[in-house]
């Protein structure tokens, strides 16, 4: 689930570099900083005045006479330059803007996957949980039904498909059309090509769907899901993948569980 | 570039997480504690019973040994192997275990002519003393048994290639102590075995080869993720934080700096320029005003807010295990501990971006502690690359010492004080190999991200300074005061952080993790903001305070009547103007706030580390201090003390220096270190010259801190958690023997195996019963002489594993743990498990002072000892044990060690 993750944020970086290579930012300065020439002038003592000067020059170039004393030779008559030269402070830096760009766009992806899946899980699994729960003798039956249809061997038990697949249903139920993106978020985002076309049937039927069907409705739904994704074999693989994939997500899960138990209600760790 | 660690591990993860699915099973026991189930001795009362008639039938004449050949090739390189055919040698030498071993073996032998009878207490040795007249067969077999099969015992999990090998032997559960002398003698065993096998075929050879160079490329991997890492979170964060502040339109990727990088306008105050708006800006298009700056404020609160939600959301979310520094957990998994998914890949996602979340959203916390944190996950991960690492904790934990040096290693660009911090602070077992490889990790993470360049200022931190002043004698008096003032700021922190961590776990806020963050957040936010000195990043702050005055910086700080003549020549010393002594009342209120808000931010659920406050706070007194100095020297330039440096005009005192000085003592009375610190603080200045004032100042801290309370914070909040620490710097002063220590305790029973007359029923039965983590196999139960040591997880998977694979093993099935082949067997065929037998366990006798057992704890790492007396097998001592009993001595509480 990972590998499908970072090859769409790999995807996005890349193009996001591709389009914006024409930067107007430069990667090397020279930085100056001198008394201004009043205090040159009037030798006061109240010099808190400063000039900033920046230019792109070699680092070898990066000193008063490099820098300074080109752009000041109007200004400065004479002998100014030997006067404010020591007092100027240059300092040569380097960075790499294209990195920094990319690692910007990076973390603002992770994070936004982050939450969206964060988003997803707090809002859709206590409700997925608790209809699966309550509908899990349905459920069964009818995924046995399916498997009867599509003529394959149930590699695995059946609660878990029948999970998935629910889970595929209220999710969509609840976000028709809204949150398209956040199927990549998942990390059951595997589904195979057939399911995008029966979603798209699916998102054109259901408008306005309440998310608390009835499990009959369910059923309804998900046979509809059936017979529009008509590759039976494409059928059978993303149930092998979902079902890989719910078993590991169900593992991690529960590991998550037993973390938080140990830290936010026990307090045996990590005080 | 991140997605090879991904990848390369979800399957590995998965395989060793799969095994403990419920680690709270594994939470309370304990090794042969008191808890039996069933009433005192009833389970081995009917086992004496029946193993009465099964040891008669032992020595029946049919019963004449039968030696299995072992695989000799395996241990053909062993020493002294062929000289010990005498049965009844002392087996003082051991052929794998190490020389440093003293068994029990030998006691046998003179067990058997003092009778056992005579002052052995009576606990345990209840059914051994009558046996005592059987002893003398049973003897001779077992001397040469013994002898003949140590190999075996030992050679067992070197053999993970051969295909009969039980799955999961060798890992541990969750929450376990590892045996680190068992891991590293399976790791010779494979070693010899790679060596041996090198001969046969060019392919072989290359295996070898790409075992011997697996440790190095190992840890380059590490050095590589682990500079990128560091460059990924210091960009990120550094954005992040600007955030706060504003945007640059034109890219919105730059922070303020960088986004200001060209252009010449930059105005002095603030650091702002045209191509940076500030949301005020936006908003109102106006930057100067009230309006503005209450838009501002708000903002800067708003997506303070933000951030610590986010942070805390993601870590409750995904991985709770994320929060914290994570350097008292690091210091117990390095000890020898087992946490599970402590170092997995979500808590190295959800830290790695929850940290720059935190630091971004200005709390009082730092990311070097958690960086060493990330270091380790990404050692922990890729070690499951390398299956000499992956599979075994103990060598596993020789990349995560490497790691914890690179995680320091590029949280201060200090190469060498990473590796000199993970021998000091974290580490446990450190050899020398170690030290190599921990050194070409820093080395290589810290090139990585100097390369990265994150902060555009050719160094890996943002708060590198470069002095070249000298010092006066007189100032190692203001340095040894900084240093008395530090460890006392370290230690009210220290208790202070104690007492309300104590209070977060016991009372209800503990229940409200996020709502706490929050509420943290919005009240630092708030009381930073009016603040510039708490405002900005704490980096930037200790970089301020760090830095000398020179013509660039034109802080308040910096507010001297002084004239810049030649910025090579000496600063001349000025006296303070006004910006000066406002920025000092500034920065008091700015230690103030910060020493305040760290007690409460520092445990809170979120990550965070605590050496960027700790500098911070050392840092603003240091410059206080320094500023003080500095006008005494203006006004009265001509004092002794001084010794005429003064008078010249110079400036010879040089407030950064101090600062650096205190943020040294501040960190050191609270993290306790001394090298470390010292060179760290050095590597970060690039001046050999200040090594003296900080080492006076980390040694004053550290001695006023360990006077005022003993522990600094990573142990104090290991004592808190109850981690099985055993600390290798406290000392055992007591007097206590190992019978005193011991499990069980008198008129208890001690859990034991019998070598060959339990059945499979018998031992399912006495799991059941039992919570113990390890089972002393003995002779019978009479003769409770020891054979070996079997842990409970290798023979619940053993057992499972036979009834699922060999034919024919049924309940009444005898397990037997010998070599010997049975007597005509009329039941089922046997189970043979001499595989999982540890046939060298360490033991002492009774009568060993604990101080020594302690030291052996210690010193080797070992998991659980048994105890003999007379050679009969009395009881054990698990390092759970030795851990209540230090508490005990030291009048604490022995229950708050919790787990195993």
Known sequence: ?271 | MEKFPLKGTTGNLSISSAAANHPLSADHTSYQSVTSKTGKGSPSVGGSDRNATSTTSLTTPGTVPVYEADEDGMIDITPGNGGLTNPNYPYSYPANGGGDRQDGVGAPSSSSSSGGGGPGPGNGGGGGGEGVGMSSPTHTRFGRDFHHSDHEGISFAGMTDTSDDIPGIGQYEDFHTIDWQRDIARDRMRHRYIVKKRQDSFWDLLKGAHDAWSGWVCVLLVGLFTGCVAGVIDIGASWMTDLKFGICPQAFWLNREQCCWSSNETSFDSGNCSQWYAWSEIFTSSREGFGAYVISYFFYIMWAMLFALLAASLVRMFAPYACGSGIPEIKTILSGFIIRSYLGKWTLIIKSVGIMLSVSAGLSLGKEGPMVHIASCIGNILSYLFPKYGRNEAKKREILSAAAAAGVSVAFGAPIGGVLFSLEEVSYYFPLKTLWRSFFCALIAAFILRSINPFGNEHSVLFYVEYNKPWIFFELVPFIGLGIIGGIIATLFIKANLWWCRFRKYSKLGQYPVTEVLIVTFITAVIAYPNPYTRMNTSELIYLLFSQCGISNQDPLCDYNRNFTDVNSAIEIAAAGPGVYKAVWLLILALAMKLIMTIFTFGMKVPCGLFIPSLALGAITGRVVGIAMEQLAYNYPKIWIFSGECSTGDDCITPGLYAMVGAAAVLGGVTRMTVSLVVIMFELTGGVRYIVPLMAAAMASKWVGDALGRQGIYDAHIALNGYPFLDSKDEFQHTTLAADVMQPKRNETLAVITQDSMTVDDIETLLKETEHNGYPVVVSKENQYLVGFVLRRDLNLALANARRIIDGITGQSLVIFTSVQPVQNLGPSPLKLKKILDMAPITVTDQTPMETVVDMFRKLGLRQTLVTHNGRLLGVITKKDVLRHVKQMDNEDPNTVLFN
């Open chain 1, 1 to 271: 689930m990972d590998r499908k993750l970072l090859c769409s944020i790999a995807l996005v970086v890349v193009l996001h570099v591709a389009t914006t290579q024409s930067q107007s930012y430069e990667d090397k300065r020279c930085k100056c900083i001198c008394p201004s020439l009043k205090t040159v002038d009037n030798t006061t003592m109240e010099g808190t005045d400063r000039m900033l000067i920046i230019d792109n020059v070699p680092p070898n170039k990066c000193n008063c006479d490099g820098v300074i004393l080109p752009r000041l030779a109007n200004k400065i008559k004479g002998l100014k330059g030997q006067e404010i030269c020591p007092r100027c402070d240059c300092k040569y830096e380097n960075r790499n803007t294209t990195i920094i760009k990319v690692v910007v766009i990076i973390v603002i992806w992770i994070i936004s996957l982050l939450v969206i899946y964060m988003l997803f899980l707090m809002c859709l699994d206590p409700l997925l949980n608790k209809r699966v729960k309550a509908n899990y003798q349905e459920h069964t039956n009818e995924d046995v039904i399916i498997a009867s249809d599509s003529i394959s061997p149930k590699p695995i038990g059946p609660s878990i498909n029948g999970r998935s697949r629910h889970f595929r249903d209220v999710y969509r139920n609840k976000y028709s059309g809204s949150y398209v993106t956040t199927t990549i978020a998942r990390p059951t985002g595997g589904t195979g090509s057939s399911d995008s076309d029966s979603e798209v049937e699916f998102l054109a039927t259901t408008t306005t769907t309440h998310y608390r069907h009835q499990p009959h409705d369910d059923r309804e739904r998900d046979d509809t899901a059936v017979t529009v994704g008509n590759g039976q074999d494409m059928h059978v693989r993303e149930n092998n993948v979902l079902n890989r994939v719910g078993h590991q997500q169900d593992k991690w899960k529960r590991q998550v569980r037993e973390q938080r138990r140990n830290i936010y209600d026990r307090h045996t760790m990590l005080n």
